[in-house]
């Protein structure tokens, strides 16, 4: 299906989950900007045939001039959003300082907010749009020691549900998206954070920590229920053409499965299958 009038603008696309969407997109027939921070990684995205954007979502005006800049390009109407740049901060909560929880909040929630704030006014011109939000299973459930992400993914699902009802009738649809594990960086930088914000050694969860270390050091897929980026390229491929969008699109066996489990488990129940599915930051 050849899409080449509908723009559409990625986030996080240095690699994994954004990175191929907007390759995806772009096989397509999408015109798409991908964003990212770094220079080297923008040249390879304009290398791959990508309309390459700087953007960094915890800085206000860096997300203006984004959105600007690809407003511009696209006279003034951007088709389709996938929020999807966002990083894990590990870590207990009561080891998370004010000025770490806020800069996972930044990142993963207030700059996509700022972002679609920006866009949609040309949606709304056109009566036509489509905001994808990649969320997560720990948007879902919460699981010890990913304090930070489940607060940010749990906060996202929520202003997502009210924007989506807020823009009924409007031509503007959401979507989450709520992926189990996928193959992607998103392990070595969580790792990266945890090393940089927490200090583990004197910590209440120190035992609990060296069991999380363990497990951020492992290499390849931490469960045989990982699956490859592919398989939310196809749900974001769905939410952009398909003409009754879904409001959620479950990705991964354990998004599945906890999605029922939630319903039909007292509150009690959970928590004591979240505490063993964690393995006190094992797994």
Same mark, same amino acid.
């Given at each position: 299906?050849?899409?080449? /009038?509908?723009?559409?603008?990625?986030?996080?696309? @240095?690699?994994?989950?954004? &990175?191929?969407?907007?390759?995806?997109?772009?096989?397509?027939?999408? &015109?798409?900007?991908?964003?990212?921070?770094?220079?080297?990684?923008?040249?390879?995205?304009?290398?791959?045939?990508?309309?390459?954007?700087?953007?960094?979502? /915890?800085?206000? /005006?860096?997300?203006?001039?984004?959105?600007?800049?690809?407003?511009?390009?696209?006279? +003034?109407?951007?088709?389709?959003?996938?929020?999807?740049?966002?990083?894990?901060?590990?870590?207990?909560?009561?080891?998370?300082?004010?000025?770490?929880?806020?800069?996972?909040?930044?990142?993963?929630?207030?700059?996509?907010?700022?972002?679609?704030?920006?866009?949609?006014?040309?949606?709304?011109?056109?009566?036509? +749009?489509?905001?994808?939000?990649?969320? @997560?299973?720990?948007?879902?459930?919460?699981?010890?020691?990913?304090?930070?992400?489940?607060?940010?993914?749990?906060?996202?699902?929520?202003?997502?549900?009210?924007?989506?009802?807020?823009?009924?009738?409007?031509?503007?649809?959401?979507?989450?998206?709520?992926?189990?594990?996928?193959? @992607?960086?998103?392990?070595?930088?969580?790792?990266?954070?945890?090393?940089?914000?927490?200090?583990?050694?004197?910590?209440?969860?120190? /035992?609990?920590?060296?069991?999380?270390?363990?497990?951020?050091?492992?290499?390849?897929?931490?469960?045989?229920?990982?699956?490859?980026?592919?398989?939310?390229?196809?749900?974001?491929?769905?939410?952009?053409?398909?003409?009754?969008?879904?409001? &959620?699109?479950?990705?991964?066996?354990?998004?599945?499965?906890?999605?029922?489990?939630? &319903?039909?488990?007292?509150?009690?129940?959970?928590?004591?299958?979240?505490?063993?599915?964690?393995? +006190?930051?094992?797994?």
């Amino acid at each position: 299906m050849i899409q080449r /009038d509908k723009n559409v603008m990625v986030t996080g696309c @240095s690699s994994g989950i954004g &990175r191929c969407v907007a390759l995806g997109l772009r096989d397509r027939g999408y &015109r798409v900007f991908a964003t990212a921070r770094t220079p080297h990684d923008l040249e390879q995205l304009t290398c791959e045939g990508l309309h390459a954007v700087a953007l960094h979502l /915890d800085d206000p /005006d860096s997300v203006r001039a984004a959105a600007q800049q690809v407003l511009e390009a696209c006279d +003034g109407h951007v088709y389709g959003l996938f929020n999807n740049g966002a990083y894990g901060q590990p870590g207990a909560v009561e080891d998370l300082r004010w000025e770490v929880l806020e800069a996972q909040l930044r990142t993963n929630l207030l700059g996509w907010h700022e972002l679609t704030r920006l866009l949609l006014p040309g949606m709304r011109r056109a009566a036509a +749009g489509r905001i994808i939000q990649n969320s @997560s299973v720990l948007g879902l459930v919460a699981m010890p020691y990913r304090g930070a992400y489940n607060c940010s993914k749990f906060a996202l699902e929520g202003l997502s549900d009210t924007l989506r009802l807020e823009l009924h009738g409007t031509g503007v649809h959401v979507s989450l998206i709520e992926p189990g594990p996928i193959v @992607s960086r998103f392990r070595d930088n969580a790792f990266a954070k945890f090393r940089e914000n927490i200090d583990a050694e004197h910590s209440a969860h120190r /035992d609990n920590y060296r069991a999380m270390i363990a497990r951020l050091e492992h290499e390849g897929p931490t469960t045989s229920f990982t699956l490859p980026p592919e398989a939310v390229l196809a749900k974001v491929i769905h939410a952009l053409e398909s003409p009754r969008p879904r409001a &959620r699109y479950a990705v991964t066996t354990p998004t599945h499965a906890f999605g029922l489990l939630r &319903r039909i488990l007292s509150t009690r129940q959970l928590d004591w299958l979240l505490r063993k599915a964690s393995g +006190g930051g094992s797994r």
